[in-house]
Structure formats: C-alpha cells, structure tokens
C-alpha cells in the first residue's frame, strides 16, 4: 500500500474542508489560500495531488450515477427493487476493483484496518442483499393476500347473485368453491 500524503495526515476536519471546498468548484490556490488562513501548512503539489485525486473519484462517481440512472430508466415498474439490486452489483464491483491492481490484475495486499474495512462493507452488502430479498417476499406474500381476497370478495359476490336467482345451496358452495379453487368431494375445482 502506498504511504500516507501529507494531505492524508491533516485532521478530518480539514480533509473534509478541502473536499467541500473543491466541491465548490474552487481552485488549488484559493483552497490553499483558506489552508493558510486556518494555519495549515501544505504544500502546493500535495494539495494538487490530492485535488486530482478527488477529482477522479467525483468524475468515476459521476459516470457511475449516470449508468445507474440510464440503467434504473429501463427497469419500469420495479425500479425499487432493482435499484437496490444494481446498487448491491455496483458495490460488488467496487470491492472488486479495490481488491485488484488494474495494472496486473495481482490482488493487492491490504493491512489490517483495510481488511477490517473491507469485511464491513461485504457484511453490509450481505445484509443488504438479505434486506432487498426480504422485502421482495413481503411485497409478494402483501400482493398474493390482496389477490386472495378479492377473489373471495369474487366469490362471496357470485354466490349471493347465484342464490337470489334460486340457485341450491350446494350449486352456490359449488360456484364458490370453483371460483377460490378449493376442493369439493375430492374434486379440483
């Protein structure tokens, strides 16, 4: 793993700054002008390394949102549920990238806390896989009850229209039980 910049090594507060200032479309030397007033001593080619280095991570999240957001326009109805399907793939693939030198395809060695880093956001990406299944089965058991009860609602409604036209009471248990699918005298209905 490469050492630690200079940038790295400021206090998070600072780091932060640094990105909402760049974030805010401001220039290395008036970032490093604000670095100065708050006492800050940096040099001008870390900040603009660091600078660069923000600068690919935003245009890489910047494309990544603009394929999710081209991607999530094809899904149609369920775009719920396959936005956090496409969201648990596209975090596989960033693990997948962190874990792989780009130049030789050799995985790269990590230290403890990057490791410790790294199982956390698999554990969460588990969890949020078990978390959109989860939802999928109660979406579909909520759908299944809705449907069920407006085929009784069906059948209650077929079964007093036929028995005010003077139907018998086992042609209306039948007609009832044909329209649920319940079984009568060992037969399928």
Avoid at 21 to 43: A, F, H, M, P, Q
Avoid at 98 to 117: C, I, R, S
Avoid at 126 to 143: C, G, N, P, Q
């Amino acid at each position: 793993m490469a050492r630690p910049s200079s940038i790295d090594k400021l206090p998070q507060e600072v780091q932060e700054e640094i990105g909402r200032l760049r974030g805010n479309g401001r220039t290395i030397d008036e970032i490093l002008n604000k670095l100065r007033e708050l006492d800050v001593d940096v040099s001008r080619s870390a900040l603009g390394r660091h600078v660069q280095n923000l600068d690919q991570v935003a245009e890489r999240l910047r494309r990544t949102r603009s394929i999710s957001e081209g991607l999530i326009g094809k899904l149609g109805d369920q775009a719920g549920s396959k936005l956090a399907q496409l969201n648990i793939e596209l975090m596989q693939n960033a693990v997948f990238e962190l874990t792989v030198d780009p130049e030789t395809g050799d995985t790269v060695q990590m230290d403890a806390k990057a490791a410790n880093f790294l199982a956390g956001a698999l554990h969460k990406l588990s969890a949020a896989a078990k978390t959109d299944m989860d939802l999928r089965v109660a979406i579909r058991k909520e759908v299944e009850a809705e449907m069920e009860k407006a085929k009784r609602a069906q059948a209650d409604a077929a079964a007093e229209a036929a028995a005010q036209r003077g139907m018998t009471d086992d042609d209306v248990a039948f007609l009832r039980a044909q329209i649920l699918g319940i079984k009568m005298d060992g037969r399928a209905a």
